[in-house]
């Protein structure tokens, strides 16, 4: 393949869950400018077709759907449709998630459910939904999101850590299953992002300011910045990658305190 077109994807269909704003957005955008038609699609129908619009006035293609992702049937008829009407599924990002930060002996029974419900289960419902059709298909690339929460942890996390760990084993998982078929599975890890979803902690200075340091660049990550990994595994460029945890943290889960000894 020439070097130029290694981390395109001209010519490849991709649905982008979570596409109406945040990582999603950005992705859905970055997809479609190297070359993907892109099915949009969101809880919230009209965010999701806000990005489309975005999309088709780029001049490039794109439309939208709404979906729920704790909803199994729904997933599946999502990506039937998609092959229905775009004649194949390739690639497939998955970016929703949802956090309740308590400490674990305050959480509710209807939070622990609904952390998880959307977390893991929606992952569960996009593996099992795609990973047939990509299969018959030949090939495709999955790419679930995970986070530093996967391996790393603070009070108030408890349930949300545990879905991201969980959606690592079910990549893993997936990659083995699905992998004789041709079809790639992998998940990113994200540090802290400026996203609707991270505004709690972005109008707390002290908050914010704690977060940055822990990055080796002493800020936050831009939902753009999750553009590159997720294209790189959606695209021929990582053709024989699979089954990982791409950090996308900038440094955080690799860094050990940012204390530097005398004479360093």
Not at 118 to 136: C, E, I, T, Y
Not at 146 to 155: G, N, Q, W, Y
Not at 204 to 216: I, L, M, N
């Amino acid at each position: 393949m020439p070097e130029n077109q290694l981390f395109g994807l001209g010519g490849k269909v991709a649905a982008v869950i979570g596409a109406g704003s945040g990582i999603g957005e950005a992705v859905a955008l970055g997809c479609a400018r190297q070359g993907a038609t892109v099915r949009c699609l969101d809880v919230d129908a009209e965010a999701a077709t806000r990005t489309a619009e975005t999309i088709t006035g780029e001049g490039r293609t794109a439309d939208a759907a709404r979906l729920d992702i704790t909803d199994g049937t729904a997933v599946k008829q999502a990506f039937d449709d998609i092959v229905e009407r775009h004649g194949s599924l390739d690639v497939v990002v998955c970016t929703p998630g949802v956090n309740v930060r308590k400490r674990l002996v305050d959480y509710t029974d209807e939070e622990f459910d609904r952390v998880v419900g959307v977390n893991l289960k929606g992952s569960f419902h996009v593996l099992r939904a795609a990973g047939p059709l990509m299969m018959a298909a030949g090939g495709g690339s999955i790419i679930l999101f995970s986070s530093i929460r996967a391996t790393v942890v603070e009070p108030g996390q408890s349930v949300y850590a545990s879905t991201k760990a969980g959606i690592v084993q079910l990549v893993r998982t997936a990659a083995a299953e699905f992998g004789p078929s041709g079809v790639r599975v992998n998940a990113i890890g994200p540090g802290v992002v400026t996203t609707p979803l991270t505004a709690q902690i972005q109008n707390d200075p002290g908050w914010h300011g704690a977060y940055a340091a822990k990055s080796v660049f002493n800020r936050w990550a831009t939902a753009e910045e999750m553009v590159g990994p997720t294209v790189f595994l959606a695209s021929d460029a990582a053709s024989f990658v699979t089954g990982t945890l791409l950090m996308a943290d900038g440094g955080w889960t690799a860094t050990d305190g940012r204390f530097t000894p005398p004479g360093m």
